[in-house]
């Protein structure tokens, strides 16, 4: 039996757009072939039921796999995938209670790999009794596996377990390099709307942390309790491994099935060979005679934000990160573990890239560490208990943010710059797709929007380099984004004449070879695909999506040129405010379809508006006020209403929540939140901490096109957006600071160390690194330029605690310095103060819990263009200035030479 079979995916649904692929889907004749193969699984000879104290289960009776696993109280909803039972009823897919396994005699050198799910065979019942529900030989249906596997469906605390016991009954020694229990959950939604994905479906991630890892699986909408699979015994979690082997079709609404894998040697010798996996890869030897019990247990959290509370009454080790785990070089961790025995032993994977330092233990018996980065790059911390439980921690050690952005704004100004004055398609100056790995710019691609400079894939580069402005304003920058702008944005990605004058077309790029002279397209490259755009379609104008990252555009232009002096100097303020506002006008007006939707960088519009009252632009206000509450009129009378042009997404809820708080419709801003909170998980592990799904977006802006869990792509930092927004009206939730800090600076795990940006990191263990082209990486980045902030805490467990920011106690005062890449936002919990600098930063806050008074130490980088720093605080928080006055826009005008202010509350 081969090692691992290929992906298979029906091409035709990776390379259509995704309403026409939906549509194809149902027609697909895929399951139409599967019903000619014999079933195997037995589900018309029935099943046995068993009742536990919050969960019901229903085994098969010929193959003792789950035919149902559902909530006590709520027997419509099924964690399997129930309505999927009679199609996957043969060979080769997966089911809950199968296992694959890897073996080779210990002389051997060739590993030989069996799946319970190839070739079924009717398992031989066992006698139970105490605890055991049901008992089962499966050894058939392994076909010739040396071992005797049998598996057991057990009660252990009210709670259901899944037991294997391997028994080598051969007289050779035999070493187990791979063992995987495929984790069969419904996360399948072909076929449903939104409303039926939420009622049925589940998402689930996995915190890949060896004795201490577990799965999470959540609703969609994020309500009621989270199932936790936990190890039970010898069960680690060691990688986490996409079952490539399963036929079910992968698509935009199925990213496919995992295993949870206790073993990886095996795979990691071969189909994962010279890739740095999260965990050092195990076997086992087992001899003749001996065995060996791996078990699984099952339990529920009775929320997505108890999930640790859980943890702790289950016993197992607790981690927080604070602010997680992605370690800037300037800025140290803290690490909180909570398990019933001490800390044994602590390593770290390479070694010397942490260092930890013990603090103190909290009241409620936490042990505290002080974790600091030393070595750019990804490092793995160790635990060991005195009961010899073993725990891992995945870091990411980064550059200081301030650096992070620094390299991106050159890069992307550099290595992405396009010139070339012949340029056919007309996109010459620009900031351009790249290929780090062939280290070139894409200037053809068979997706016409890669080269196209619209669409996400497109945009995004100079889209993340127009907003790296609103943090480090860059005069060299600045002067090839003006050009940029004048040449190229405006007047050719966005039309210039004519009724159309603010619409935006899907691509520059285009293929017509009878336009062209021969030669001007790419021989190798295969352009007989529907993404090779005619010009026709690169010029519709009628995908609203395209817009907000041209209204962003203006709208930093209009910031740099009202909040500075002579940094932009091609056009006055009032221009570049208007065309962002005619932008957004436009995208209602001419692309009303996709309109319905919620938009990536939605938020933009919400934005445009704030300062167009602040401005005093009233009639443009209120005219774009009125067209959005059209838009979220239209979502408080749907039940669930962030849809998108995919049948699932994660990419409109940014909008909806920030325009459903915005009118008052707290209800549809709570819902939206809840669903964040389903696909957006806190781990100790920073790919996935903090990582919103998305999981076809390799398809559609990769250079590696797969269908697969992406690590911080651009909804990361997109959905931190409402996250921290509503923390900031509930800061004792410090759930939602930690998903959302962890979200905001995914915009900056990926970033290499000369400042390329890819669109996301690859989680399959064959891969476990950086795509290999920039993708649509910018609209994450977006999300990390307007959110990004230092949040400072007093935690009732932890203390003090700063994210983004370096923490000091001093004589009773609260110091901090500011960390983040602009300076420009601090949020402090403790008085519910969000402080904000339209020009200038604040390099240090210091905070006197006693008398309230806050002293913040300013400046300004640029003195010759920052003539006055800027400083906003939020409304109805009782601080202010005394010595200086506020212009029209409500801020405080304070001059570039001043250095340090005091706040002070009404009434001091």
Known sequence: MSMRNALKIPFILLLLQAPIAQQLYAQNPFWENVKKQPATLGVENGSTNFSLSALNISLLKTSQTAASLKLKNDQHFDYTPDELLT???????????????ALRTVDGTSWTTYSSATVRKPVTPMKTSGKTLAAADITASLGDVPLQVTRYWEESGGNLCLRFVLKNKSKQSYEIGGLGIPMIFNNNMDWKS??????DNVFFDPYIGKDAGYLQVNRLHGKGPSLLVLPHENAAFEAYTPLNSDPTPRSITFEGFHEWTIHSKAYAEHEWKGVEQWNEPSSVVLNPGE??????????APSIKQIEEELVRQERPVAVGAPGYLVPLDNPAKLFLKY??????????????????????????WSSYLVKGNTWGRARLKITYDDGLVQTIQYKVIKPEQEVVKDLGHFLTTSQWYENPNDPFGRSPSVITYDYETKTPVTQHRNAWFAGLSDEAGAASWLAAMMKQLLQPNVEEINK?????KETLFGRIQHKDGEN?????????????????????SDSINYKTWAAWPKKEADNIGRSYNYPHVAAAHWVLYRLARNYKQLVAEENWQTYLDR??????????????????GQMEGSIFLLILFDLKKEGLTEAAQKLEDLMKQRALHWKTLNYPFGSEMPWDSTGQEEVYVWSKYFGF?????????????????????GYNGSARRYWDFVYGGKLARIERQIHHYGSALNAIPVLADYREHPDDFYLLRIGHAGMMGALANVTQDGFAPGAFHSYPSTLANDGISGDYGSGFYGYAVNSGTYIIKHPEFGWLSFSGKLSENQGKINVAITTAAKARVFLAEEKLWLTMDAGEITALTYDPKSKEIELSLQTLNPTFTPNLLLNIAENRGYRLKEFEKDQQGRYVIPNTTTTIKLVKDGK
């Open 340 to 365: 019933g025995k001490k800390v044994k032993d602590m390593e770290v994977y390479p070694a010397g890239a942490l260092t930890l330092e013990n603090l103190p233990q909290t009241a409620g018996k």
């Open 666 to 686: 707290d209800e549809k801003a709570q819902v939206t939140l809840n669903a964040i909170l389903a696909y957006m998980p806190t781990v100790p592990h920073w």
């Open 194 to 199: 939104l409303d039926s994905a939420h009622a």
């Open 87 to 101: 199609k996957r009823d043969r060979d080769q897919f997966y089911h809950l209670g199968d296992i694959t396994l």
């Open 501 to 521: 004058k603010y619409a935006v077309v899907k691509s520059l790029f285009y293929y017509e070879p009878d336009s062209f002279p021969k030669g001007t397209y």
């Open 291 to 300: 065995s060996k019990s791996y078990a699984l247990r099952f339990v529920l």
């Open 481 to 485: 984004l003006n050009r940029f702008a």
């Open 580 to 597: 962002a506002f005619q932008t957004t006008v436009a995208m209602v007006e001419k692309a009303p379809h996709y309109a319905q939707f």
